[in-house]
């Protein structure tokens, strides 16, 4: 397993030159010239010579490349247009929280997802299984924003059990995440409950009650380690997305992360910081690809030798 | 005379389909006394597995029910027991080994770890002891580096070699009955022939009565002491492997050793039984086997035929030694 994540992490080098390219030529490729862009609308041509200078913008492209690139190795992401903070702090205080939703809103949808499923697949067109079904189709139905609403007004408002936005400790992060989580725990469940039926049919599930286990065992040890496959391919997917920070969940919850960022800084065509997430977002969803084929070689150890 | 290991007597399983009972085993008796080789013969569809899972009681996830009838395993009536008595039964007194040597086996678990879990449950022996058992019963079906193969996973061994962790997994808790569904089906012939050699030899070892489940004459030749031939849910002749293959009494069992053809033989066309066997939703009255038979007599489209004791080790349903029954007594 060593040897093949490995080999993984060295192919990543030439994806994360690509991906470099691209968001390099990202601000080449806005219409108009950069330089005024940044100097702003009203400055005088010389303002807008110097920034140029200042920007680098003035050398030839591919010296403008490697310096890009030698910035990027220090960390050093350019200013915002907006804030004229550094965009590598603006990401400090803004990526913790959305990781931190994402995480939570994983864990507990990725648990009762699978719990919902397994019940579901064992329990198939019984009551148990539509009761998980019925849950999981309102979970993939419901708009996040509408169910975040009405989280808000029953939680927040009726109950005062949690704040209606914002980001002040712990119980800042419980209604966003319920909403965040709903489909993908919807989503995992049917994906669960799917892969266990065919599982169940196995020759093997036949073998392994007929040396006597405990049906409890042929469940656990035997078919849902079979079924964990397809749903980690979905799990890590909804995973890669939620780290880009979810625009209309923290929206709703006025949640300071990475996809409010994002959304206000297309709205003040702050390219800077554009530039920076694009990277960051790409970064992310490679490394969570990465996870997922390791965890596949763990699941299924037939991936790993024929590799 | 030894005692019997199994008895199945006046079986009966059905399966629900859109509400309504089909009825697939009607009527099964046999039995298999201490290491003797009972072999269960019949087409596709002719009730032999459902047999083999009846005994077992493996109906979980389909409609299947015994519905009536009895299966005694040393002396005591599988049907009447609760599925956790059934559980401790499975796997220690009664195993099992199946067709399919490529997907019986957990892809996702090592082999060490798929032969220690029955013996751990059913031995309740220590993780090493149990381990030093799965190493030592891997060596007993001729695996030689048994020591490696634990850590290895199934897609790593082919066919037979698999077949043999399967029974190597079977025997592990010195069973009373193996249960064998068309163990070398799947097989190279001459793999086939060290599989069935090797049964016959752990046999021996353990006076294990084995339930041979085949459509494989030869196979039934070679390995089995007595016959059942099942046709349509039903047993139509029983008797000892010599006398069925020298004098073959039902119709239906003289068709199946017609069929087998015969080198030196120069036929254009080899060959068989006319017809299907009947879906179980469209039986025929009287006996399931007249609509094929090349012997039908009027009776048999109106009456299902006693079954008729011929000898002390021969039994067989059919009409045409009934009649004579009749006509002795009268």
Known sequence: MWKYTARRIVEMIPILIVISILTFLFIHLIPGDPARLVAGKDATIEDVENVRHELGLDKPILKQYVDYMKNLMTGELGTSLTTGLPVIDMFKTRFMPSLHLTFLSMLWATLIGLMIGVFS???????????????????ISIPGFWLGLLLIQLFSVQLGL?????????????????TLGAGIMSMIARFTRSSMLETLQADFIRTGRAKGLKEHSVIVTHALRNSLISVVTVAGLQFGFLLGGSVVVETVFSFPGMGRLLIDSI????????????????????????????LYTVLNPKIQLDS | MTEHVLRVSDLETSFMRDKTEIKILRGVNFSIRKGEILGLVGESGSGKSLTSLSIMQLFHGTTGKIVKGSIYFN??????????????????????????????????LKIGKQLMEAIEMHLKLPKSESKHHAIQML??????????????????????????????????????????DEPTTALDVTIQAQILELM???????????LLITHDLGVVAEMCDKVVVMYAGQVVEEADVFELFASPKHPYTKGLIASV??????????????????????????????????????????????????????????????KKDVEVNA
């Open chain 2, 75 to 108: 002396g005591e009536d599988l049907t009447k027991m609760s599925e956790s008595e059934i559980r401790k039964i499975r796997g220690k007194q009664m195993a099992m080994i199946f067709q399919e040597p490529m997907t019986s086996l957990n892809p996702v």
């Open chain 2, 200 to 210: 016959k030899k752990l046999k021996e070892e353990n006076e294990t009565a084995i």
């Open chain 2, 139 to 180: 060596k007993s079906v001729g695996i030689g580096r048994a020591e490696e193969i634990i850590h290895e996973y199934p897609h790593q061994l082919s066919g037979g070699m698999r077949q043999r962790v399967m029974i190597a997994m079977a025997m592990a808790c010195h069973p009373n009955l193996l249960i064998a």
């Open chain 1, 121 to 139: 697949a064992i329990n198939k067109n019984k009551w148990p299984d539509y009761f998980g079904m019925v849950t999981a189709v309102s979970g």
């Open chain 1, 267 to 294: 709205a003040f065509r702050d390219y800077p910081v554009i530039q920076s997430a694009l990277l960051l977002f790409a970064f992310e969803f490679i490394l969570v690809n990465l996870i997922v084929d390791v």
């Open chain 2, 261 to 322: 053809p015969k080198i030196g033989d120069k036929k254009e066309v080899l060959d068989s039984i006319n017809g299907h066997v009947p879906s179980p939703q469209n039986m025929p009255k009287g006996c399931k086997f007249a609509p094929r038979c090349n012997q039908v007599m009027s009776i048999c489209q109106e009456e299902s035929p006693p079954t008729v004791e011929i000898s002390a080790t021969r039994q067989c349903s059919c009409w045409l030694y009934a």
């Open chain 1, 162 to 178: 949690f704040p209606t936005g914002g980001l002040d400790g712990f119980s800042s992060y419980i209604l966003p995440s319920l």
